[in-house]
């Protein structure tokens, strides 16, 4: 009996503490963001326009430059219509057409679009609001993360 009880204590003590007890909602379960970059969706019966890696780093002029993808997932193509950064629209050039499962990437070696403000008016560590605009979907606000213009991001200009 005294086995018995000893038993059930160890399982009950070795089920609470490790937390197996909070199933499948448990919040490190649930984590999804794997990098510094946010993301964020638009989905519709119309609409399915996805926004992934977004950051915006802090050049050393001061000004802000956006990192990120955006993509269409449905066949009615998209556009994207501008871009405001902390409040500031940006001067978005490149690629603004979203056509089917075609992304829209700023910055990096696959880059064919983007979009900079002149004066970010925030400091690498912060974060500021990104808004994108499109023709169908509408519009979509994200905060994301300000990196400095170093590392892998050093290559990154206005």
């Not at 649930?30 to 992934?52: C, L």
């Not at 992304?103 to 925030?122: D, H, I, Q, Y």
């Not at 994200?142 to 050093?154: C, K």
């Amino acid at each position: 009996m005294r086995r018995t009880g000893i038993a059930l204590i160890t399982l009950t003590l070795a089920l609470s503490l490790t937390a197996c007890g909070a199933g499948f909602n448990a919040s490190t379960r649930n984590f999804k963001q794997v990098s510094d970059g946010v993301e964020g969706s638009i989905s519709t019966d119309s609409n399915n326009i996805k926004v992934v890696n977004v950051l915006i780093i802090e050049t050393t002029e001061g000004a802000g430059v956006l990192v990120g993808t955006v993509v269409n997932s449905l066949p009615a193509e998209d556009a994207l219509l501008g871009v405001a950064i902390n409040g500031v629209v940006a001067t978005v050039t490149g690629k603004t057409s979203l056509v089917q499962n075609e992304p829209v990437t700023f910055e990096g070696e696959v880059a064919n679009a983007k979009a900079v403000v002149p004066a970010l008016n925030a400091k690498a560590g912060s974060n500021v609001q990104v808004t994108m605009f499109f023709a169908n979907a509408g519009e979509i606000t994200l905060t994301a993360l300000v990196r400095f213009q170093s590392d892998r991001y050093a290559g990154v200009t206005a």
